[in-house]
């Protein structure tokens, strides 16, 4: 089966802090993809990135940044200088080659105070 | 361009009787996804229609659910004799392609669907 694991519940920072956000995964597929979603007060879920397991490098995004660790199952966020826009439910997911639902962990509540 | 659209975005129905929650994915996608939002349970993936067959509907929590996809755009999930425990927020997504390995396999989410039982 197939485990999306955020240890974290909630997070308050103050702006502009660096703030990482923690996603562990269990599968015993050896191709699967990991996500995150972003999740503002709106309620829309917002994508933000795709890595595929076969795919290591990590990815850096203006002020986010991806670090994907097979070897320790981690698929971790970090925003950096955070601001009070990045306050949101963050969703780590995983989805297998064959068979195409997400499988989301229970999300991470950033707060970021000004 | 238009995103994916639900509707209602808000429904309030009494305990038995039966809804029907509507979603329109972005223009070309082929695949289409419904999840379920609850306090208790999280983000629970429900069905996936690829065109307009539905490969799984593992997620589906008892029969009261089903679903339908016609012209290969529009979804309609139905929850018949409802129960408290349906409330939530349903959520559609949509993707341009339904296999990981041709790309373009993320989902793009709807603002929702909250069902309120009475």
């Known amino acids: 089966a197939q485990k999306v694991t955020q240890a974290q519940t909630e997070i308050s920072v103050v702006e502009k802090e660096d703030v990482t956000l923690d996603c562990v995964y269990e599968?015993?597929?050896?191709?699967?993809?990991l996500f995150w979603y972003k999740q503002p007060p709106s309620g829309e879920l917002v994508f933000l990135i795709r890595r595929n397991s076969f795919d290591e490098q990590n990815e850096i995004s203006g002020r986010y940044s991806w670090n994907f660790q097979k070897s320790t199952s981690s698929f971790n966020f970090t925003i950096t200088a955070s601001q009070v826009v990045d306050s949101a439910v963050y969703f780590c997911a995983l989805s297998m080659e064959y068979g195409n639902k997400l499988v989301f962990g229970a999300g991470t509540i950033l707060r970021v105070k000004s | 361009g238009a995103g994916v659209s639900q509707s209602p975005s808000n429904k309030v129905t009494e305990k038995g009787k039966d809804v029907e929650l509507r979603c329109d994915p972005i223009?070309?996608?082929?695949?289409l996804y419904w999840y379920r939002q609850s306090l208790g349970q999280g983000l629970e993936f429900l069905i996936y229609?690829?065109?307009?067959?539905?490969?799984?509907k593992s997620g589906l929590p008892s029969d009261r659910f089903s679903a339908e996809r016609t012209g290969g755009s529009v979804s309609t999930l139905t929850i018949q004799r409802t129960q408290q425990e349906d409330s939530a927020v349903y959520l559609c997504?949509?993707?341009?392609?339904?296999?990981?390995?041709?790309?373009?396999?993320?989902?793009?989410f709807g603002p929702g669907t909250r069902l309120t039982v009475t």
């Open positions: 229609f690829q065109g307009n067959s539905a490969p799984d």
């Open positions: 599968t015993r597929d050896t191709t699967y993809y």
């Open positions: 223009s070309g996608h082929t695949a």
């Open positions: 997504a949509s993707s341009l392609s339904f296999t990981p390995r041709h790309g373009h396999y993320e989902q793009y």
